[in-house]
């Protein structure tokens, strides 16, 4: 097996190990050890020490960004930064839930380049990646914005009362990205607070099924800062990209 991985190319791999970590995670959620919070941390820590162990072997030259390892600022220097959450929706994997995800990102130069997204939690589990894009989606006219299960971007609810659209609440930040992606919702428009491993992968990924993916005032999502804060994001169909963003404008010019 190791000498298959070895010969994998980056968007294999970073599908391969989001696809095994996230068994992982279902083999730690089985078990019955742990329960609410303490699976969670349970899950967070084997999850990330599978992907981080597993990149440092077949990537060894690139940068490694993790929300579960200490941030060492060595990935500055390099070119090739691997980004990724090992569990991301860490709440609804403790409660049991299926809108969960993990990311393996590739950024480079900056951009979301490579990656995939695993949703282990979904019937058979799916993963989706930026080398095989998705095709015959068909998108509903009226519009749906998936959003925090708990706590809406501000932005989002007054933007879908606008345009008439409807409000999808779901988990974490990587099952509602790929809600769009899978045809699901259209438009995916957070504000509050992120961080580079929440979006990476999922952006890739939007990218490569030809989505609009931006900051919400327009501006590229840019990976491997020396701040790692990316509090942000809007992943659209194309269509209706520039109409969220006039409105969002329009929205922080009365606040």
């Not at 579960?68 to 390099?78: H, I, N």
């Not at 930040?173 to 990476?200: P, T």
Request: charged share 25%; aromatic share 6%; net charge negative.
């Amino acid at each position: 097996m190791s000498d298959l991985i070895e010969s994998m190319d980056d968007t294999e791999l970073a599908a391969y190990l989001a696809a095994e970590a996230g068994k992982i995670l279902l083999e730690v959620r089985a078990s019955g050890e742990f329960e609410g919070k303490a699976l969670g941390k349970a899950g967070d820590e084997t999850a990330n020490r599978y992907l981080v162990d597993a990149l440092r072997k077949y990537r060894p030259d690139d940068g490694l960004l993790s929300e579960e390892s200490k941030d060492t600022k060595d990935r500055l220097s390099k070119s090739r930064v691997w980004i990724v959450d090992p569990v991301d929706g860490t709440r609804e994997y403790g409660e049991g839930r299926g809108d969960w995800a993990v990311h393996v990102g590739l950024a480079i130069d900056g951009t979301a380049t490579k990656g995939a997204v695993a949703l282990p939690g979904l019937d058979g589990g799916i993963v989706l990646r930026t080398d095989s894009p998705a095709s015959g989606i068909k998108y509903a006219a009226t519009p749906r914005l998936v959003v925090s299960r708990t706590r809406p971007a501000k932005e989002a609810v007054k933007v879908a009362k606008q345009i008439g659209g409807e409000l999808v609440p779901m988990g974490s930040a990587g099952a509602k990205a790929m809600a769009v992606v899978r045809g699901e919702a259209e438009i995916y428009l957070h504000s509050g607070g992120q961080y580079e491993w929440d979006s990476c992968a999922p952006v890739a990924v939007a990218l490569a099924n030809g989505l609009h993916c931006s900051r919400i005032d327009g501006s590229p999502l840019l990976y491997n800062q020396h701040d790692v804060y990316l509090p942000d994001l809007l992943i659209c169909v194309p269509e209706m990209a520039d109409e969220v963003l006039e409105r969002v404008r329009a929205l922080a010019a009365e606040s």
